[in-house]
């Protein structure tokens, strides 16, 4: 039969080390191996990683100071003994079935090489509660179903030995990277919806605009072949809307053009959210955390999207590495 072994990476972790151990501690299937990857933590993350050494049969941990994220997954699948690799990150709080229900597909169907979990996010307050809404891969459509993320995924070894592991030059959307090459390279994708993870949403505005501009950004240097127009198109509508509002302080009919064009906003951003989010949730207060949240995402993400994808075009290192890691797949 074969053996799982569980990898993740940590970096001054320490409030969510107890969420992730304590839930792999109850797991109805236990991973026969944990192997954990330290980027240099500054904080107690070590100290409290330590305490679960005898708690687990086989319990590794490698400290390799000012890795990033995929060059940490990569170091913990070179070390791992075992052929089902099983991935989340810390902070992440584990459904006690979830070590059985991501790792069942492979161990069913030799043809299945990688699967996909359901994420659910935990909240403490109402923006966290729909910005966990907006956060979360949709995986009834058919583009996310055939992709796996790093915070609830499964893969053989053989899958991440011959596309070429994580792309160790990026620090946001490496994942995303990664699955798509394996996509790309016609290995088989599962989604098991039963193998869930319990995460913690951004609990600010300011966080929630910083996750969606990295991963705008990470994004917009993997974009071979991208087309700029759609990012341009949005960002000229967000200046346009800005400056109409500031000249509204000069000639107030400007404030005309500023309530027609978020109208016309609301209308393109919030309201396909809306329309899904108000199936499933009936609180009024969806009606202004949705578009706020949309919108702040919308801009986050296409500048974050625009900076990346001038880094790519400017920066020949982004091209050289993704055309190499593009490369590897032919």
């Excluded at 074969?2 to 151990?21: A, C, H, R």
């Excluded at 792999?24 to 904080?43: A, C, H, M, W, Y």
């Excluded at 319990?59 to 791992?80: C, D, E, V, Y």
């Excluded at 609301?266 to 949240?293: C, M, N, V």
Aim: proline share 4%; net charge positive.
């Amino acid at each position: 039969m074969n053996k799982i072994t569980f990898i993740t990476t940590v970096l001054n972790d320490e409030k969510g080390i107890n969420s992730l151990f304590d839930g792999l501690l109850e797991q109805s299937t236990r991973p026969d191996e944990i192997i954990v990857v330290d980027g240099g933590s500054k904080d107690n993350t070590l100290a409290k990683l330590e305490s679960y050494l005898d708690k687990f049969t086989l319990f590794k941990i490698i400290q390799a100071p000012n890795t990033n994220i995929s060059q940490g997954r990569n170091l913990a699948i070179l070390n791992a003994s075992h052929p089902i690799i099983v991935v989340t990150d810390a902070g992440c709080r584990p459904d006690k079935n979830w070590i059985f229900e991501i790792s069942k597909p492979l161990l069913d169907d030799s043809e299945i090489y990688a699967v996909s979990g359901k994420v659910i996010s935990e909240t403490s307050s109402v923006l966290e509660h729909y910005s966990g809404l907006l956060s979360i891969p949709d995986h009834t459509t058919k583009e996310q179903e055939e992709l796996f993320y790093g915070r609830n995924s499964a893969f053989r070894k053989t899958l991440w030995e011959q596309v070429g592991g994580y792309p160790e030059w990026l620090y946001t959307a490496e994942d995303s990277l990664f699955a798509l090459a394996a996509k790309k390279r016609g290995f088989s994708i599962s989604h098991n919806p039963k193998a869930i993870i319990f995460w913690r949403p951004r609990n600010s505005l300011r966080k929630i605009a910083k996750m969606f501009y990295l991963y705008g950004k990470g994004n917009g240097r993997i974009a071979w072949g991208g087309d700029i127009k759609g990012t341009l198109y949005w960002l000229r509508n967000h200046g346009v809307l800005f400056l109409s509002f500031l000249l509204g302080f000069i000639y107030p009919f400007a404030w005309i053009a500023t309530a027609l064009l978020t109208l016309y906003l609301y209308k393109l951003i919030a309201l396909p959210s809306l329309i899904k989010i108000r199936a499933i949730d009936k609180d009024w207060r969806r009606e202004a955390y949705i578009p706020l949240i949309t919108f702040i995402r919308n801009l986050s993400s296409n500048l974050g999207y625009l900076s990346g994808f001038i880094e790519y075009k400017n920066n020949p290192i982004f091209k050289e590495n993704l055309d190499k890691y593009i490369n590897n797949l032919k």
